[in-house]
């Protein structure tokens, strides 16, 4: 029987196997995504806030467990598939962001509150706090649901503070249901380059949320949990104190979408790059460039303008393009020497949460050896 692993699995525990996975391959460097955690879980506790990363980034239960011991209070989930597969996990403080209206969901969503008395639900239809409250009858338990305000995010969420302050108290007043708090997402500013501009952008939206929260206070719904922000604007955010929690997400990884953002005040780059995809040149033809196995299906190339990077394996100077489904091509400079076919080259997503769910596995490394393979848990979407 196959190893599930794949095919590199037996190259585990090898000196130097790192540089000869069989390809396409994701790649996570241990050591950079355990410094990362590190380092977010020191700025959380130097600013007083709690964490509550966004699952739907890595889609991992290990990672999600390292977070977690770090002093993450939990996971925050966009689909049911990643809320139980972090619960089934063991995994405590799972939060599902995205709002649950089908009968076969709301199912699920009664059996997951059944398993824990640690998950949470956001919600922002008032027709939808009878049908989690009924999801929440037949689960035995109380479910904890939060209000959604949009925070002009264009996403989920109320839009001002007297409609979320109505949901807040038709949350607060549903049998079955405890109001558990607010949720407050723009994600249209995280990755504003400059820190000046980004923070401008942050603390204009900071205050209509206080306004929510002041007028959550007046009607007696002062939110125990107030969960937002994310990575970008986390420096900021920390810094505000409106928000009790912090739902980063893509620190731990990193992709080329951060790459130009000046992530905090005092120190532009914190977090390392710990997401790659292993490629092999499978074409040389001798005309300035290169095609390797790596295209639209294995590196998100298909989401905005940007493209992959590459980080090794290639002359510097070297642009990568998509040029087919599972076809990369790196156009090289000038008067560069090719890489030869079967060599590897080690690419930086574009954005880390749309690479992930391409893949079914992790290679992990550490320095240059492949230490073990972890599966892509909540692979699939719904």
Same mark, same amino acid.
């Given at each position: 029987? #196959? ?7 037996? *190259?585990?525990?090898? #000196? ?19 410094? !990362? ?7 959380? $506790?130097?600013?007083g806030y709690g964490l509550r990363p966004c699952f739907k980034v890595h889609k991992s ?30 995994? #405590? ?48 338990? /109380?479910?904890? =649901? ?5 925070? !002009? ?5 109320? #839009?001002?503070?007297?409609?979320? =302050?109505?949901?807040?108290? $038709? ?30 952008? @942050? ?5 209509? *949320? ?14 125990e949990i107030v969960s937002g922000s994310g990575t970008g604007t986390h420096d900021i ?26 992530? $905090?005040?005092?120190?532009?780059? %914190? ?13 040389? %033809? ?19 303008? *940007? ?17 087919? /489904? ?11 020497? %090719? %890489? ?28 240059? @050896? ?13």
């Amino acid at each position: 029987m #196959p190893d599930p692993r794949g095919p590199n699995a037996a *190259l585990i525990g090898q #000196p130097g196997s790192r540089h000869h996975l069989e390809t396409p391959a994701l790649v996570l460097d241990l050591d950079v995504a355990d410094r !990362n955690i590190a380092v977010m879980a020191g700025h959380a $506790r130097s600013f007083g806030y709690g964490l509550r990363p966004c699952f739907k980034v890595h889609k991992s239960v290990e990672i999600a467990r390292r977070q977690v011991a770090a002093g993450a209070l939990g996971q925050c989930c966009a689909t049911l598939a990643e809320a139980e597969a972090a619960v089934a996990a063991g995994i #405590p403080g799972v939060m599902l962001f995205s709002t649950v209206v089908t009968p076969g969901r709301l199912d699920r969503v009664a059996q997951l509150n059944a398993t824990t008395d640690q998950f949470m639900m956001v919600t922002d239809d008032l027709g939808n706090v009878a049908a989690l409250a009924e999801a929440a009858r037949r689960s035995g338990r /109380d479910l904890a =649901v939060l209000a959604d305000y949009a925070m !002009n995010g264009g996403r989920t969420g109320m #839009p001002d503070a007297k409609q979320t =302050v109505e949901l807040a108290r $038709r949350i607060a007043d549903t049998p079955g249901l405890r109001y558990a708090g607010l949720q407050s997402y723009n994600g249209r500013i995280l990755c504003i380059p400059d820190y000046d501009d980004r923070a401008a952008a @942050t603390l204009e939206q900071a205050t209509e *949320l206080a306004e929510v929260l002041a007028q959550l206070q007046a009607a007696g719904l002062t939110p125990e949990i107030v969960s937002g922000s994310g990575t970008g604007t986390h420096d900021i955010d920390g810094r505000g104190g409106l928000f009790t929690e912090i739902q980063v997400g893509t620190y731990v990884l990193m992709d080329v979408n951060y790459s130009g953002v000046h992530i $905090r005040q005092d120190d532009p780059a %914190p977090f390392g790059l710990a997401l790659s995809v292993s490629a092999s040149v499978i074409s040389s %033809p001798g005309v300035g460039y290169v095609i390797t196995d790596g295209g639209a299906k294995e590196i998100d190339g298909t989401f905005g303008t *940007l493209a992959p990077s590459i980080a090794a394996g290639a002359p510097e100077g070297s642009q990568y393009r998509m040029v087919g /489904d599972d076809l990369g091509r790196i156009e090289l400079p000038a008067g560069a020497a %090719p %890489p030869a076919v079967g060599d590897r080259v080690t690419l930086i997503p574009p954005h880390a949460w749309q690479t992930v769910p391409l893949y079914s596995v992790f290679h992990c490394v550490s320095g240059d @050896t492949l230490v073990d393979i972890w599966p892509v848990d909540a692979q699939m979407n719904w």
